[in-house]
C-alpha cells in the first residue's frame, strides 16, 4: 500500500471478511510508479499495524528504474545511494517501534548487490529463471557474465519464402512483446538473421547477407525487397531456412512474452516433454 | 497457398485424411510478407486444381501496406494500381479456365474502395468492429468521417497517486500491445491526459496541465517528476483521478490487444452485461 486511503479500505474489507491482511508498506526510491516518499514510510507503517484487521508485515522498494541501466558505474551508484537511504529507513522503522520483517526488492538486473547490500531479506528477481535480450545485452551488475542461461525460446515456423531478403514465420505481434529490444534468432537460420515483426501474425527473418541491401535502400524498404528480387546479380541464398522448418528465437523481453502463453512447453533433462500452464498470465489484470 | 511445395503437402495431408481441403491462392502485390508474384498465380492455381485431395477456390491478396497510409491519395493511389492488377489477372485466370469463385481481400482502411472497385468479392475487414486509435487517425480512405464507432475500451483502474504529474493504473504492458499508437484517454481523467506505461503491469495516467513541465525537463523524465513535486509552486491537480477510479483507454491497435484477453465484457442496449470469450486467441500461434 501507498497511502492512507488504501490501507483504512483493506482493513475494512479483512475485518468484513472475518481476516487479517498483511501489508508491506511501499516505497519509491526514484521508480516514481507506486510508493510512498521515504520521509512518509513511518506513519504509514504505524497506521497499518494499528489498523484492526491488517497485519504489518515489513516494506517494499522495487527498483525498476535502475535494473537495464547499461552504464555498471551508474547501475552500481544508483543501486548504492539506494540501499544505503533503505538502510537508514530500516534503522528509523526500528527506532520507532515499526522494525520491518520483510524489507523486499531488488531484480535479476542487481540482485548480486541488493544480496551484498544486506539490507533486503528477499529479492524479487524473476528474469532471471528464462533470461531474454534485453537482460543479456545489460549485463550482471558484477561486470562479470550472468550464470544464467537463456532458457526460453519461441519455435517460430516458416510459412513462406518468396523473397530473397527474407523469409516468413509466423511468430508476429501475437506471439512477441514489442515494448523491448527485437526477438533474437538463435537457430535455424543463418547467423546474423533478424527477426522483424510484419503485423500480428507474422515476421521476416531478414538474411544477413541482404542486410546491407535493405540499409542501403533507406525507407523504401518494399522498394528494395522488389529490387533484390528483380536483379539477377542477386542469388538467392542457399541457406535460407525453408517452408515448414522452425526457427528458435530468444524473447527481447520475457515478462510480457510469456503473458502471451497459456502454457510452456519444458523440456526435461531426459529429453521428455511437460506442458506447464502459465498460471498467473491473467492475474495482473 | 503460395508455393508448390505447400500444395503437394497439402493435397498428401488430405488424401492421407480422406478429405478435401479449399485452396485459396495467396498473391503479393506489394506487402512482400506472403504470397507470389501475379506472373506465378496461374501456374500455382493450376497446380491445385489438379491436385487430387484441394479444391482450387480462388485467390486472395491482402493489402497490408496500404490500409493505414496516412495520406489518403496516396493510399487511394496504391489502391487503385493494386485494383486494376488484380483486375487484370482474374481476367487471365479466367481465359485460362481457372476463373476464381473466390477474391478475397482489402480491408478496414480501403473497405469503400475496395467495394467499388468490383474486384473483390469477399473483404477482410475485421477492425471496423472495433475500430481503434491507429485507424482512427488514418481516417477513411473516403476522406469522409468513419462511419464506425470506438466500441472496445480498456477499464484501467488508478492504483496509486503519489505524483502531481500522474496517477498510476494498472493496465500496462500486458494489458496493451504497444506496436501501434499508445492508449488514449478517453475518460475518467481530465481531457488530454496521456497513457504512458510503466512497466508489465503499471501505466502512468499524465495530467494535461504537466506536460509542459514534463517536455522542458528532456531526458530526466525522473527528475522532473520529482522537482514537481518537491515545487510548492506547483499545485496538486484537484481533478487528477483518485485510487480506485476507472480510467477508460482506447487501444492503439486492437489485434494484438485483444489477443491479451479471454474474454470481451460486452454491454447490451437494456444495460446488461454478457462475457464473450475469445476464441480465437491462441488460433495465430
Known sequence: ADDAGQVERLGAAARAAGTIIGLVVDIDLGTHRT???PEQVATLARLTAETPGLEY???????????????????????AAATQRLSALVGELGAAGLAPQLVTGGGTGTYQQDLAGGVFNEI???SYVFMDVEYEDCGAVDGQAWPFEQALFIAASVVSTRHKTHVVCDAGLKAHSVDGPPARVVAGAPQGARWRPMGDEHAAIFHPQMMGV?????????????????????PWPADAPKVGDIVWLQPGHIDPTINLYDALLVVDEDGGFETWPVDARRSSR
Chains 1, 2 share one sequence.
Open 57 to 79: 508485515r515489513g516494506i517494499q522498494a522495487y527498483l525498476g528504474h535502475i535494473q537495464h541501466v547499461a552504464d555498471l558505474d551508474a547501475r552500481r551508484g544508483a543501486l
Open 214 to 234: 535493405l540499409k542501403a535502400a533507406g525507407a523504401d524498404f518494399a522498394g528494395a525487397i522488389t529490387a533484390a528480387d528483380e536483379d539477377a546479380a542477386i
Open 124 to 126: 524479487q528477481a524473476g
Open 35 to 37: 510508493g510512498v516518499p
